[in-house]
């Protein structure tokens, strides 16, 4: 059984469909990439998971249990939570109080203070800026506090959208290499990019393309198949390839 399972899953806005029946899973300790091009239904894909899009049709199910139907708050209380496209930090609270509102799901004082320092490890920058207005950090550590928001409910599963997104490329790869950290220390992960720098830390590799998956198989295999060429650079260019 993994740890994630998406079976069918359709949804949408009003009446447009966007998802059209999608079907993967995401094995525990793995970190799988979605890749596609701008509309593909990359965010429309994990918001759903998230609860904030209400489902149409198909299942979620997480250790086995469905969880499609749950609301937002029931979703991170299952143990899965999203760092959102576009961050989304709260501007006019410090970064202190950002990661605080993050933990909102659990009780223990001194356990969530372990967690805040646990993601001033991952982002030693935050730790500098603790006390600072969220709306006044730069772009990267908007995209830290946004992570280290997520990380605050503890999530067996964490889901990050467009991490790099804005990013220089050197501050992408230091995003990268914390999340891969994150990874190691035992969180399953699912990220949203269009930066194919993210592959080299990805076990699995997924494309959608106009909310149906045609890619979906190991990071590596990717990087062979000349999917992503064809994804990214239209058909002629694999062709060539
Ligand atoms: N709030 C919304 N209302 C109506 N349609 C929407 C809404 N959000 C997204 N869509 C539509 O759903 C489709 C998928 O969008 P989605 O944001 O999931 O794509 P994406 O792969 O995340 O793209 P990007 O790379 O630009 O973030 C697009 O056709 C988009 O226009
Ligand atoms: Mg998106």
């Known amino acids: 059984m993994s740890m994630l399972e998406v079976d069918g899953l359709r949804t949408g806005y009003g009446s447009l469909p966007v998802l059209q029946g999608i079907s993967f899973s995401v094995e525990e300790g793995q970190t799988a990439v979605i890749f596609g091009l701008n509309g593909a239904g990359k965010t429309t894909t994990v918001n759903c998971l998230a609860g904030l899009l ?12 469905k969880v499609s139907g ?26 202190m109080k950002n990661l605080e509102l993050g933990a909102w799901s659990r009780k223990d004082r001194n356990k969530i203070d372990e967690t805040v320092q646990m993601v001033f490890g991952y982002f030693p920058r935050l730790d500098e800026r603790k006390s600072q207005l969220a709306g006044t950090l730069s772009g990267g550590e908007q995209q830290m506090l946004a992570i280290g928001r997520a990380i605050m409910s503890k999530p067996r599963l964490l889901m990050i ?38 592959l080299p830390y990805a076990d699995q590799a ?35 390839h």
């Open 161 to 198: 959208d467009e991490a790099s997104l804005g990013l220089s490329p050197k501050l992408a790869q230091t995003v990268f290499q914390v999340v891969s950290q994150i990874n190691d220390d035992g969180t399953t992960v699912v990220i949203v990019e269009q930066n194919v720098g993210v």
């Open 70 to 95: 749950k609301d937002a708050q029931g979703i991170v209380k299952a143990g899965i939570s999203l760092s959102p496209e576009g961050r989304r930090v709260w501007p006019g609270l410090s970064v």
């Open 206 to 240: 997924l494309i959608m393309e106009k909310g149906t998956i045609t890619f979906d198989g190991r990071g590596e295999e990717l990087e062979k198949s000349g999917e992503l060429r064809r994804t990214y650079l239209g058909d002629a260019a694999a062709a060539e």
């Open 54 to 65: 209400p489902v149409w049709g198909g299942e979620i199910r997480f250790d086995g249990k």
